[in-house]
C-alpha cells in the first residue's frame, strides 16, 4: 500500500478539523442561553405549518428559521437540537473558509493555520444558532461563488456561479438585512471586476439579473400579509440602527483589533506593489486585499448594526489571517511538521484568554487562591457586584423534556412544573389561550397550546423592534376583553422594554396576578410573572 505524502496528510488534517471541531460542544452541557427563546420559537412555528408573515410577524428575513425546522422535524423541538443545527452550520461554515481560501490559491499547510484561527475565534463561539452568524456563513458562501467566477472561463459555468453566487447574496439579505446588504455589495464589486478583467459582461449581468429573480422569489408571495409593515428597511414605525456618530465613536473610540489590521493590510500592500500602483489591477493582488479591506469595513458597521452579540463581527480576525497567510505562505515552511505545529501552537495561545477564563480559570485559581484575610490585592481591592458574573452552581438539567440535555435555574424549574400544575392547564382543552411574554417559548411544546396567528402577531415582543405602538393596542385590547386563559410576562429590569411595559400595565389592571420565578438568564434579574384572568378564583 502507497504512503501518503505530505500534502495528502495535510488534507486529511484539514478535513478533520473541519467536520470534527463542530462536533465538540455536543460533549458538554450547557445552560440556556439568552436569545435562544427567538431561535427555537421561529423554528418551531415554521415546523407546524406556519407561514413567515402571514402567521406571524418579524422584522427581519425568514431563512434563518427554514434549518433549525426542519431540524426540529427530524429530531424533535427540542432546545438541544438548536445545538444539532449549529453543528451543521459550522461543519458548513468551516468547509466554505477553506474553499475560498483554496480558490485564493493558499497552501493548505497555511490554509490549516487559518481554519485554526477561524475555529478558535468564530465557529466553537457560536456553537448556539443566531441569525448574525448564520448570515455571515451564507455571505462566504456567495462569495465563494463569486471567487469561481474570477477564475472560470468556460461560458455555462461562469453563468452557473454567477447565479450561485447571487442565490446566496439573496438568501444572505432575507436573514439580515446589514449584512444582506454588505454580501451583494462585495459579491457584486468581485464579479464585476472579474467582467472588467475578462472584457466580457455576461457574468456581472447574470448575477444582477439573477439577484432580481430569486429576491423576487424570496419577497413577491409574502407581500399580501403585511411584509411590508414588519420587514425593517428603515421605514416607520422602524428606524435605520446606521448613525454616523455611532460608526465614528465605535471605530475611534474602540475597535483596535479592525484598526490594527487596517494598517497591516495597506502597509503589506504598499509593500506588494511597491510604487507601481497598476499592480494594485493585478487579479492577483487586488481580489485578496479587496477581500481583508472589505471585510474589515463590514466589521467595523456590524458591530453597530448588529450589536448582539457584542463578537459578532469577529470573524474578520480570520479572515485577515488567511489574507496574510497568503502573502508570507510560500516563505515560511507550512508543510513541515515541526513548524506548522509550532505555528498552531502559537495561535493557541492566541485565543487562550476565551477558553482560559470560561473552562479552567474557576478550576485552578482555588489551588493559587491564598489571600489572607483583609489583604488588598489586584482581587479584592474592587467589591464583585457585576450580576453578570453571578454563577450557575444552581442550574440543573430539569425534568423537561424540551430542555433535555440543557440547564437551566432550579427555580426556573420549579416554576415550569407550577404552570403545569395549575387548574388552567390541567382543565383545559384544545382551546386554551395563551399570551407568552417571556423566554419560555418552549412552553407551547410542553403545555402544550396553539400560538396566536395573524399577520398582527409578532414573532417576539421587543418594543421598538419587533413590536410597535400597533401591537400595544392590538394586544391590550384582547387583554382587556379577557381574551387569554394565561398570561406570561417576564421582567427584564436592565433591559429597554425588551418586554413592553405598556402591555404589562394592562395586564395589571385586567388579570390577577398568581406568581413568579426566576428566568432563565444573566444577570439573574429576571422573573417571570404569572396571570389569570380575575373570573378564576379557583387557581
Not at 48 to 57: A, K, L, N, T, V
Not at 161 to 190: H, N, P, V
Not at 384 to 408: A, H, V, Y
Not at 510 to 533: D, G, M, Q, W
Request: proline letters at 4%; hydrophobic letters at 50%.
Amino acid at each position: 500500500m502507497k504512503l501518503l505524502n505530505q500534502n495528502d496528510r495535510l488534507k486529511i488534517i484539514e478535513w478533520v478539523i473541519i467536520v470534527a471541531t463542530p462536533f465538540i460542544p455536543l460533549l458538554f452541557s450547557f445552560p440556556y442561553r439568552i436569545n435562544l427563546f427567538l431561535a427555537w420559537e421561529g423554528a418551531f412555528r415554521i415546523s407546524m405549518g406556519e407561514i413567515p408573515y402571514r402567521d406571524f410577524g418579524t422584522p427581519v428575513g425568514y431563512v434563518f428559521w427554514i434549518l433549525p425546522a426542519i431540524f426540529f422535524k427530524i429530531f424533535g423541538p427540542y432546545v438541544i437540537t438548536l445545538l444539532k443545527v449549529q453543528v451543521f452550520i459550522n461543519i458548513i461554515s468551516n468547509f466554505l473558509f477553506t474553499r475560498i481560501f483554496k480558490q485564493l490559491k493558499l497552501d493548505v499547510g497555511a490554509r490549516i493555520v487559518a481554519l485554526i484561527v477561524f475555529v478558535l475565534s468564530y465557529t466553537l463561539f457560536n456553537f448556539w444558532p443566531w441569525y448574525n452568524h448564520f448570515v455571515f456563513v451564507l455571505e462566504m458562501a456567495s462569495l465563494l461563488f463569486a471567487l469561481k467566477v474570477v477564475a472560470e472561463t468556460e461560458r455555462k459555468k461562469l453563468i452557473l456561479y454567477s447565479f450561485l453566487s447571487a442565490a446566496f447574496a439573496g438568501l444572505t439579505f432575507m436573514t439580515k438585512q446589514d449584512t444582506g446588504g454588505f454580501a451583494l455589495l462585495f459579491s457584486g464589486a468581485i464579479i464585476l471586476f472579474a467582467s472588467l478583467k475578462k472584457k466580457q459582461f455576461l457574468s456581472i449581468l447574470t448575477f444582477a439579473g439573477s439577484y432580481l429573480f430569486v429576491m423576487a422569489l424570496l419577497i413577491v408571495p409574502f407581500l399580501g400579509y403585511d411584509f411590508q409593515y414588519w420587514f425593517n428597511y428603515g421605514q416607520p414605525p422602524h428606524f435605520s440602527r446606521l448613525t454616523i456618530f455611532d460608526l465614528i465613536d465605535e471605530f475611534l473610540g474602540a475597535s483596535k483589533w479592525i484598526k490594527f489590521y487596517l494598517v497591516l493590510i495597506i502597509g503589506i500592500l504598499f509593500y506588494r506593489i511597491n510604487n507601481n500602483w497598476k499592480a494594485v489591477f493585478d487579479t492577483q493582488i487586488f481580489i485578496p486585499f479587496f477581500i481583508g479591506l472589505f471585510i474589515l469595513f463590514q466589521a467595523s458597521i456590524i458591530q453597530v448594526t448588529s450589536y448582539t452579540p457584542l463578537d459578532g463581527n469577529i470573524y474578520f480576525h480570520s479572515i485577515i489571517a488567511g489574507i496574510v497567510l497568503l502573502q508570507i505562505d510560500k516563505k515560511i515552511l507550512f508543510r513541515r511538521n515541526w513548524s506548522l505545529f509550532i505555528i498552531i501552537c502559537l495561535v493557541g495561545l492566541w485565543w487562550s484568554n476565551v477558553f482560559w477564563v470560561r473552562n479552567i480559570r474557576s478550576k485552578v485559581k482555588p489551588f493559587f487562591d491564598k489571600t489572607e484575610e483583609n489583604v488588598v490585592s489586584k482581587n479584592t481591592y474592587v467589591l464583585e457586584n457585576d450580576t453578570s458574573k453571578m454563577k450557575r452552581s444552581n442550574w440543573l438539567i430539569p425534568d423537561i423534556k424540551s430542555f433535555k440535555g440543557i440547564k437551566i435555574p432550579e427555580e426556573t424549574e420549579t416554576g415550569i412544573h407550577k404552570i403545569l400544575a395549575m387548574p388552567v392547564i390541567k382543565h383545559s382543552n384544545d382551546n386554551l389561550k395563551v399570551l407568552n411574554m417571556s423566554e419560555l417559548t418552549q412552553l407551547a411544546y410542553e403545555i402544550p397550546y396553539k400560538t396566536e396567528k395573524g399577520t398582527q402577531h409578532p414573532l417576539w415582543y421587543h418594543h421598538g423592534v419587533a413590536f410597535f405602538d400597533r401591537e400595544v393596542e392590538y394586544f391590550c385590547k384582547k387583554i382587556g376583553n379577557e381574551e387569554y386563559d394565561l398570561i406570561l410576562f417576564q421582567d427584564i429590569p436592565d433591559l429597554n422594554n425588551f418586554y413592553p411595559y405598556d402591555v404589562r400595565d394592562c395586564i395589571i389592571r385586567n388579570y390577577e396576578y398568581k406568581f413568579k420565578f426566576l428566568a432563565p438568564r444573566i444577570p439573574e434579574e429576571s422573573y417571570i410573572e404569572v396571570y389569570v384572568k380575575k373570573t378564576n378564583q379557583n387557581e
